[in-house]
Structures are given as structure tokens and as C-alpha cells.
């Protein structure tokens, strides 16, 4: 019995265990319970569970009014994003969680809404004059809820005016404006004017609930005693920087316009600010500059100009070839340099090849009426002033055709069979020359390949007898010569017919004795009615 009650009591633990293991089905909102959240902001409210694999999520408010906002269902929660929160976001919402079929867990939160975005904006109407009425306008820009707005308008710390809205019934964002007159006084000059806007609401966490803007108290007056200052100064180096400031005297703050006069006496627009800064000035930064201030309350406008220097070193600003760098011969050609700087530069434009100058000219230009190739060549242009010197160079390609053509034939234009012919061929021209070496032929053209102008005929034959056009040409013109060649059957040269002498003269040498013996043999064979070679040969030895 005690047995059976202790594995009883094990397995209820046992099981006690297993259910304490399960985490129950649980829900929370975040934020908790109720939230303050200003108009125009973005708010996200979070549908949290714990303890249930798959649930299943439902947004609404308890009005059943639209929720005004995006809903993303996320594994185990659920998000309600309102972007921008507007009016129709003050309500309180329900989250409602369903885990199975059995299981249903809600919970809501309460949203409250306010706006007050930003300071108020104050304005000062009509000049300020000792004996005249002053009007003070303060607006506060969309405020909510406008029944709790509370509005102040002091002078320094005296409160002249305190207006509220506590019978507004606005049920959206309003914008609302408090005026108030008085009449100031020469002692009221420099002192500050405050609007102060206030949103109360102490049940509602939110910062600020105060909001002050401040304005002080001076005549409309100006502009005056307006200057420019220049930095580093009116004068400065190319490339350097410049900063000018117009300074003026003038209330409310003036609208300053700076202005350049241009050399054509025209007046160039640049920008509106008290500052024009340039961090890298040219040569044509050079001029007057106006700085116009303008008072659009008093209707006043004053002026002040600055003429500013700008020196150092020349700049090439062109250097060209018209009509182009690469002319023919017999065109008329102009080379044209001009350069920039301050004092004016000294211009020399000169072709680099020669050992004089071809001139100095004011305007840094040269007439080449009717090119020749000898007009050819690099130009240089120097500009130079007591600041330093700059050059540039430009060349002028001057194309002319084949000239001064020279042809040799080696070994000569007659020659004999077997011999080789080399015609070598010299021009010059611009651009490089080309060389075809033809033969003349009644049924075709025989065009002969050169080698660096050099044309060779290989053992030569009296078929290679004949005219022959040597073409040298180039893109822009070209010239025929005419080469004759001969050749003539070949002679047997004396070293050849030395031996051949030779063997004649042996041959002799042992014919005569022999001739002799036939003879010898011949009458002896009459003689003796026979004829034998060997006895004569006997006899004769």
C-alpha cells in the first residue's frame, strides 16, 4: 500500500513539473494602457503574445470607428502603424489574440493626441515712433487642443496682454493669432517683446508645454554708413581667394544684392547675401562690384562699390592655327596667340626653329599668306609680365607633294643577261611618299614591289628590256619618271676559252707525228701491196 501511494505521489510531480514547463498563453500592448502622441508624429502599437505557437490577431476600436493606420502581422505579434497620427487616431484600441479555437485574450490602450509643433511667430506692425500705437501680432501654428491654449505678450517681464481659447470647440489642428496694441514709449526702444505660448494639459506627458518667442523693440530705420570690406584686399594674386562683406546699418535686416559692372558697361547679377566669396579668382574677376542694401520697410536704398585688382602671371587663354594645323602648300595661314593677365603681358610668337623672333606683336598674331613647306614647324608663344612667363606650342604641318626626285640605276640602265638592276628612288614630300615601279607592256601591267624606295631586277634577260614608270606620289600630288632599260646577250669571257686553246694545241702536237706515220705506212703498203698499223709502228720504233 505505502508502495502504490509513493509511485502515485511521483507521477502527480512528475506531471506538476511537465505543466509548469508550458509557458501559458499571455498578451501585452505596447505601449501599456495609454499614450500621448503628438499630430503629424509616427506611432507604432505592439500586439505581443507568449506561449501560443500560431496566433491569430485583430485590430479595432472600441467605437468601431476606422483604425487610421497599416496593420503587420508578424509570427507572434502584430503591429498598428500610424503615419502620420492624426485626428481621427484619438481613440482607445482593442487588441484581441485568439490561440486555438478556445483560447481569446484582448486588451486595449488609450491614445491621446496633442500638436504644438513649434514657436510662435511674432510680428511687429507699423514703424515704431514715440506717439504712435505699436501693434504686437503673436500666432501660434497648429495647436491641439485649442481649449487649453493660453497665450502671453510681455514686455520684458510685464505682461501686456494674456489671452486663452478655453471656449474653443475646435476638434482639429488650428493655428491661432493674439494682437494687442500699445502705445511705447522713447524707453521702449531695445527692449524685447515676447509671445508666450502655453498648452497646460497636466494630465498629458509631454515636453515642452511652454513656448516663447522674443523680438526686440527698435525704429525702423536705414540703410546707412554701408561699407565693403574686402579680404585679403582689393588688390590680390590670381588664384587666390577673396571674401567681400557689406556691412550696413539698417532695421529690420536689409535685403543686400551684390551686383558687377561689366566691361561692356552692363551690370551683372551675382547673388543675394551680405558675403560673396570667390576661393579661386581669375583674371576677369577683375571690375567693380556694387553691393545694393535695401530696406523694404522703410523703402530706402543705399549703395556702396569696391573695385577689385586682380594680378599675377600670364595665362595662354589661345593659341590656334587657322584654318587648321595641317594645311596645304599655298594656303594663306593665320597664327593667332592671346593670353590673359594683369599687369598686360609682353606676347612673343616665334617658330622655334629659328634663331630670330618673327616678331613681337601686340595682338600675338602672324599672317602666312601662301605657305611653303619651309613655313613648317613647332611655334612657340610666350606671354610674360613682372609676375612670370608662360609658353605654349603649336605646330603648323605644311603637305606639299613629291619634289626634287632623284633615280639611280646601278649598274646601269644597259646591262647584260644575268645581271641584277637596282633602282633606287629619293623624294621629298609631306606626308611620306609612296613608290610604284610599272613596265610598260602592251597585253598588261607589271607592277614591281620597292623596299624602302629600292626596286631590284634579278637576273635580268632581254625580256626585261623595255620602259619602265616609276609613280611617286602622296595625298596630295604626284610625278612620273621614265627609267630605260637595256639588255644585251651575253659574250664568253676570255678566262673561258683559254683552256679550249688548250686542248687545240695538244690535239695538234699529237696529230702531226701521227699523220706522218699514216703517210710512211701508206707508201710502204703500196710498195709492198699490204697494210698493217702495228709493224709500222714497229718499224717506226
Known sequence: MLKQMGRTSQTVLIVLYVL???????????????????????????CNTTGCASPSFSWRTQIDSPLGGTVDKQRTYSTLTMNPVSIVNSHSYLCTVFC???????????????????????????????????????????????????????????????????EDDSTNTESKTVTHSFYP????IGKEISCVAMLPIADMDFEPKERVTSQKLNANFGPQNTVITAYPGTSTMEGHPLNLTCVTESNPPPQIVWRKQLANESIQHLIED????????????????????????????????????????????????????????????????????????????????????????????????????LNGGDYEC?????????????????????????????????????????????????????????????????????????????????NDTGRYLLDVFNEVGNKIKVIEIGVVGRLEKPDQMIPLIIAFSSVTAVAVPVAAILIYVSRKAKINGSYSLVKALRLKV
Request: proline share 7%; with cysteine; hydrophobic share 35%.
Open 274 to 373: 551680405s558675403a560673396f566669396f570667390i576661393p579661386h579668382t581669375h583674371f576677369s574677376d577683375s571690375g567693380l562690384y556694387i553691393c545694393e542694401v535695401i530696406n523694404l520697410v522703410t523703402n530706402k536704398t543705399e549703395k556702396a562699390t569696391v573695385d577689385i585688382v586682380i594680378q599675377g602671371a600670364p595665362n595662354i587663354a589661345e593659341l590656334s592655327i587657322e584654318p587648321s594645323t595641317t594645311v596645304q602648300e599655298g594656303k594663306n595661314v593665320s597664327i593667332r596667340c592671346s593670353a590673359e593677365s594683369n599687369p598686360p603681358p609682353k606676347i612673343i610668337l616665334r617658330r622655334k626653329s629659328d634663331s630670330a623672333d618673327l616678331g613681337l606683336y601686340s595682338e600675338g598674331r602672324i599672317l602666312l599668306p601662301s605657305v611653303t613647306f
Open 100 to 166: 486555438g479555437e478556445k483560447e481569446k485574450k484582448e486588451k486595449s490602450v488609450k491614445v491621446e493626441l496633442y500638436s504644438f509643433p513649434s514657436d510662435p511667430i511674432v510680428e511687429i506692425r507699423s514703424s515704431l515712433v514715440a506717439g504712435e500705437p505699436l501693434f504686437v501680432v503673436c500666432k501660434v501654428p497648429d495647436v491641439y487642443p485649442s481649449n487649453r491654449l493660453e497665450v502671453l505678450i510681455k514686455k520684458e517681464e510685464q505682461v501686456l496682454h494674456e489671452q486663452n481659447f478655453f
Open 382 to 462: 610666350v606671354a610674360e609680365n613682372k609676375f612670370g612667363r608662360h609658353k605654349s606650342e603649336i605646330t603648323l604641318n605644311v603637305e606639299f607633294p613629291p619634289r626634287n626626285i632623284t633615280v639611280l640605276v646601278h649598274p646601269s640602265e644597259n646591262v647584260k643577261e644575268g645581271e641584277n638592276v637596282t633602282i633606287t628612288c629619293s623624294t621629298y614630300s609631306n606626308p611620306p611618299a609612296q613608290m610604284v615601279l610599272k613596265k610598260v607592256h602592251r597585253e598588261k601591267e607589271i607592277i614591281l614591289p620597292s623596299v624602302n624606295g629600292t626596286f631590284i631586277l634579278y637576273n635580268v634577260t632581254k
Open 20 to 46: 509548469m514547463a508550458v509557458e501559458a498563453f499571455e498578451m501585452e500592448i505596447i505601449p501599456a494602457r495609454r499614450i500621448v502622441a503628438q499630430i503629424g508624429e509616427t506611432l507604432v502599437l505592439t
Open 185 to 188: 514709449t522713447a524707453e521702449d
